[in-house]
């Protein structure tokens, strides 16, 4: 049972970038998914997540109207979409799904589980 992110990368300020999550073992519809990241010195910090149905959504303060959480059409993958990326943006970005809940209101990390290494996403400036 694991999670897998991928799509970081070096970016320009104002940039995009789309991560992805993809399950391996187990089904990602059956779970809220959470994204989060951590930078260097800093709490991990939750940045989106989305719920089992896909039909509600949760963003921190910080990305709100940048970035964007969606389910793939094929089962089993999670997407972040990075626009208008920031400096403050850099991280390592994980995903993980709720154990505790279908639905996505909050980002407590002890509600989390099946994390995946991270992807990093590095500005280039």
């Known amino acids: 049972v694991q999670l897998v992110e991928s799509g970081g990368g070096l970016v320009q300020p104002g940039g995009s970038l789309r991560l992805s999550c993809a399950a391996s073992g187990f089904t990602l519809d059956y779970y809220a998914i959470g994204w989060f990241r951590q930078a260097p010195g800093k709490e991990r910090e939750g940045v989106s997540c989305i719920s089992s149905s896909g039909g509600s959504t949760n963003y921190a303060d910080s990305v709100k109207g940048r970035f964007t959480i969606s389910r793939g059409n094929a089962k089993n993958t999670v997407y972040l979409q990075l626009n208008s990326l920031k400096p403050e943006d850099s991280a390592v970005y994980y995903c993980?799904?709720?154990?505790?809940?279908?639905?996505?209101?909050?980002?407590?990390?002890?509600?989390?589980?099946?994390w995946g290494q991270g992807t990093q996403v590095t500005d280039s400036s």
């Open positions: 993980a799904a709720n154990t505790i809940e279908t639905m996505c209101v909050t980002f407590s990390l002890n509600e989390y589980a099946f």
